[in-house]
């Protein structure tokens, strides 16, 4: 079974601009839920998508927002980048679905990482 | 609020000996801790999880004790090996949301 991936790797943007990242999901999984990883703050929860929706969300200003589809794929957009916003950004997918509980465990993609100048 | 504080930072620890890596969490919602390990460039890996009504787990050289009155869980890796070199985290999960600790960035000397 191919792992989550995630696209582009790499991705190097201007302050003010906006991006799309892309993340697809082990086959089979709906959950998805993105992270962010600085070496200060460590990995921060953004937000997870279940069948479209947006079932979570972390403590990130409105900038940053994401989507999901039917085929599971999401998407996660910044816009107005800052040079804060230069990290490493997750995504993770699982079977469970949000509210639940259980051993489904969260497999994360390599990750794109976003430089800000 | 930092809800999972992991120490150490750093870790060395020589070929063939028992690297320790030790969490604490707050929030007794949490139902499900697992530990992830992750290489410079790559995405973290799961590499063992518990739930908390389990006090250990061992899965080959990684060991999770788990003690739910203290609110604390640990990592041991049995027989370290140059290749356990990586970072590790901790984290605990509430619905699917995982809470992460800041990382222990272990070096297993030859």
């Known amino acids: 079974k191919a792992g989550v991936t995630q696209t582009p790797r790499y991705l190097i943007k201007t302050r003010g601009q906006q991006v799309t990242l892309s993340c697809s999901p082990i086959?089979?999984?709906?959950?998805v839920s993105w992270y962010q990883q600085t070496p200060g703050q460590g990995l921060q929860f953004l937000f997870e998508?279940?069948?479209?929706?947006?079932?979570n969300k972390g403590n990130f200003p409105g900038r940053f927002s994401g989507r999901q589809f039917s085929n599971s794929r999401s998407e996660m957009n910044v816009s107005t980048l800052e040079l804060g916003d230069s990290a490493l950004y997750l995504c993770?997918?699982?079977?469970?679905?949000?509210?639940?509980?259980?051993?489904?465990?969260?497999?994360f993609g390599p990750g794109t990482r976003l430089t800000v100048t | 609020q930092q809800q999972v504080k992991q120490s150490p930072q750093s870790l060395i620890v020589q070929k063939g000996g028992i690297s320790i890596i030790n969490c604490a969490y707050e929030n007794t919602a949490f139902d499900y801790f697992p530990w992830y390990q992750q290489f410079p460039g790559k995405g973290p890996a799961l590499l063992i999880a518990?739930?908390?009504?389990?006090s250990e787990k061992k899965e080959g050289r990684f060991t999770i004790s788990f003690n739910k009155s203290a609110k604390q869980f640990s990592l041991h890796i049995m027989d370290s090996q140059p290749g356990d070199s990586a970072t590790y985290f901790c984290?605990?999960?509430?619905?699917?949301?995982?809470?992460f600790g800041k990382g222990t960035m272990l070096l297993v000397s030859p």
């Open positions: 998508y279940f069948s479209e929706t947006q079932r």
């Open positions: 984290a605990a999960r509430r619905y699917s949301t995982l809470t």
């Open positions: 518990i739930r908390p009504d389990v």
């Open positions: 993770a997918s699982s079977l469970s679905p949000p509210g639940t509980s259980g051993n489904y465990e969260q497999y």
């Open positions: 086959s089979g999984h709906r959950s």
